[in-house]
């Protein structure tokens, strides 16, 4: 007797979709000017110049973690770092910060003309998201915790919607940790939060548990989303990476999502460090083509790797592996 299983929809391998890069891990402590315990998950933008900014979360070796700018012409090699901590923790100013900030994610809004640094704040309460604005990554304007803990993996959408800025986050509540948006008029104060896409249940990859990847990526499609599912298993948490697509001008809408992961734990440094069997990006930078992509990622909570693909196949996969609301509530 054999056993159909008709919801099974897998067309193509995931295994060139992103490209680990020949140079990985591209950062590890050992590269830092000044003395640390580890770096990774990094927020990252292209500069006017068209080099590369990576803000990256270092912990010291206290168990604290500040934000650090490293910048390259390639993407790839010749860092330059920051001889210090670019932005530190300010317990005193900002007492959610006082066990420290993480997890960096950077949106350039051309309405401000600066960049919008949505990161975790997190002190006794627990994890909360807060902002902060710069035009050059050497001054900040803080905004404070603008969500509330227990919310994290949190990015801000480049443009208004009907007059209102937008937020992806990761709140944890009663009805579980997933991925939610809210819109404000002035960046401080947020209402309207409605879940964006719900992590499954069981045994899938992503039960349980999502969170935002990288900042979504506008493509003529709609946003194209990366995000975390986190499988809990025998020996711990395990971390992949996989895909969804949304409206633009309605985020909140979920248009397509992938069954599988396409992204996970495979080479030495993603599976030994800190925090074993980890992925996690937090950034991105598209190439001039419009299409190469390329993702910043912490691996085991110990360094920072790159992965590059394209757009164009992100989309194709999606296309060939993903479901829509008219197959199944795939956001819900």
Known sequence: MSLAIDSVHYIDSTDSLLR???A????TSKDWPYRINSVFNAGATLLADGSTLLLCRVEDRRGLSHLCAARSVNGVDGWNIDPSPTLMPDPIGYPEELWGIEDPRITYVPELEQYAIAYTSYAKGGPGVS???TKDFRT???YGVIMSPDDKDAALLPYRIDGLWALIHR?????????WISYSPDLRHWGSHRVMMEARKGAWWDANKIGLSCPPIETSRGLLMLYHG????????????GLALFDIQKPEVCLLRGDSWIFGPEADYEHGGDVHDVVFPCGYTLHPDGDTINIYYG?????IALAQGSV???LNWLDNNGKTNEEEPICR
């Open 24 to 27: 990985n891990p591209i950062l």
């Open 171 to 179: 709140p944890m509540t009663t009805l579980g940790a997933h991925i």
């Open 20 to 22: 680990r890069h020949p």
């Open 230 to 241: 986190v499988k809990q298993t025998a020996s711990g948490c395990l971390y992949r990476v």
């Open 131 to 133: 902002l902060a604005l």
């Open 140 to 142: 900040f304007e803080r």
């Open 299 to 303: 691996a085991a909570d110990s360094c």
């Open 312 to 314: 164009r196949s992100l």
